[in-house]
Every structure is written in structure tokens, then in C-alpha cells.
């Protein structure tokens, strides 16, 4: 089973500050079949990125992914009040299984 | 527009099973896999299982095999997954989720149910 590790645990931010989460696997995630997905408080997950780094239908250009093999990248640019949430990455290349989930607040 | 609506909350005794249900709509239901995943109070999401919603055919993760079970009824276009042999620490939120990719087994989950408060307790 592939394994992903996320960090940090909290990120604490300012409003219009960029944000870098990182999530990083056991062994590598073939053809970068990595997910990104956002849950705000008492809400069912959201799919933000697939593949790695596109985005998907709705989901603002602030939002961006990157990475590859092990190593993968949630970037938000420039953090708005609304992006107050958990964010899990995923890795669908080898069953599935989800990163234990980085905590975004606004400072 | 695709919509996912999952049966209500439960309440269950250890030792008991339990069934929710996933009813899709606005999409041909048979082309896409259907996952389910849950989250326990206050934790991460934890993948369950797949099933082909064409075939019939489901994957476990292993943690859940023998457990859990998935079927779909492709006439009323809804998916059924039911775990068994309750314990407390099965209290948790269950979903169904969406394969983002027609005829495509696995990938990330594009469409979420609302998902289902299971609470196992004596």
C-alpha cells in the first residue's frame, strides 16, 4: 500500500499570502495519479486537482498542482478567506488511498 | 446535474451491520466506477472500496475485506454498501464518490454524496 505523508499538519496564513502544501508517498505514484481535494467544515471533499497539476471544472486558477514520482505540490497563490479548510491528496495509481490532510487557516 | 443523495443517518448496536445507500442521477449511471470512503469524527478520509457499476465487479481495501460489502441495482441506478460486524470505532461519516472518468477504474472522485453519519454504539 502506497502511503502518503503530508505536511505541514497546520498552516496559518494572511490574506493574500501564498500557500505551499506538501505531499509525499512511500514509493512512486505511477503516471502521477495524484488528487487534490478541499473539505471545508461539515462538507463532503472537493475535487480541486487530478493528475497531478490540472485543475478541475470550476475551480479557481489560484489553485495549483505540480510533482511528480514521490514528491507532489498544492499551491495556492494568493489565500482568500474562503480557503479556510482541510486539503487531503490522493493517490489513485495503486488502489487508493489519502494523505492524513493539511489544516489551512487565515491568520 | 449529476447529484448523489445517500440514505439518512443510523444508529446500530456492535455487532450489527448496516446498509446505505447512494442514489445517482443526472448521468448514465453505468459508466462510471462508484467509490465509497469514510471519516471517522475529527479524522481523515479513509478509502473503502470500488465497485463497476457496469459489471458489478468491486474492489476492498484490505483493511475492510470481508467486512464491507458493495453492490449497485443498475435499474433505480443506486449503489448499496454494507458493513458488517460493527464496532464502535466504525462510527464515522460514509460516502459514495464518483470515478472521475468514464469507463475508468481508478481515479480521483469528481462527485461526492452528501454523505451518511453511521453511529455505532450500545
Known amino acids: 500500500e502506497i502511503v502518503l505523508t503530508q505536511s505541514p499538519g497546520t498552516l496559518s496564513l494572511s490574506p493574500g499570502e501564498r500557500a505551499t502544501l506538501s505531499c509525499r508517498a512511500s514509493?512512486?505514484?505511477?503516471?502521477?495519479?495524484l488528487a487534490w481535494y478541499q473539505q471545508k467544515s461539515g462538507q463532503a471533499p472537493r475535487l480541486l486537482i487530478y493528475g497531478a497539476s490540472s485543475r478541475a471544472t470550476g475551480i479557481p486558477d489560484r489553485f495549483s498542482g505540480s510533482g511528480s514520482g514521490t514528491d507532489f505540490t498544492l499551491t495556492i497563490s494568493r489565500l482568500e478567506p474562503e480557503d479556510v479548510a482541510v486539503y487531503y491528496c490522493?493517490?489513485?495509481?495503486?488502489?487508493?488511498?489519502f494523505g492524513p490532510g493539511t489544516k489551512v487557516d487565515i491568520k | 446535474q449529476v447529484q448523489l443523495v445517500q440514505s439518512g443517518a443510523e444508529v446500530k448496536k456492535p455487532g450489527a451491520s448496516v446498509k446505505v445507500s447512494c442514489k445517482a442521477s443526472?448521468?448514465?449511471?453505468?459508466?462510471?466506477?462508484m467509490h465509497w470512503v469514510r471519516q471517522a469524527p475529527g479524522q481523515g478520509l479513509e478509502w473503502m472500496g470500488i465497485i463497476n457499476t457496469s459489471g458489478g465487479s468491486t474492489s476492498y481495501a484490505q483493511k475492510f475485506h470481508g467486512r464491507v460489502t458493495v453492490t449497485r441495482d443498475t435499474s433505480t441506478a443506486t449503489v448499496y454498501m454494507e458493513l458488517s460486524s460493527l464496532r464502535s470505532e466504525d462510527t464515522a461519516v460514509y460516502y459514495c464518490a464518483r470515478g472521475d472518468r468514464a469507463g475508468v477504474r481508478w481515479g480521483s472522485s469528481d462527485y461526492w454524496g452528501q454523505g451518511t453519519l453511521v453511529t455505532v454504539s450500545s
Open positions: 443526472g448521468y448514465t449511471f453505468t459508466t462510471y466506477y
Open positions: 490522493q493517490q489513485y495509481g495503486s488502489s487508493v488511498t
Open positions: 514509493q512512486s505514484v505511477s503516471s502521477s495519479y
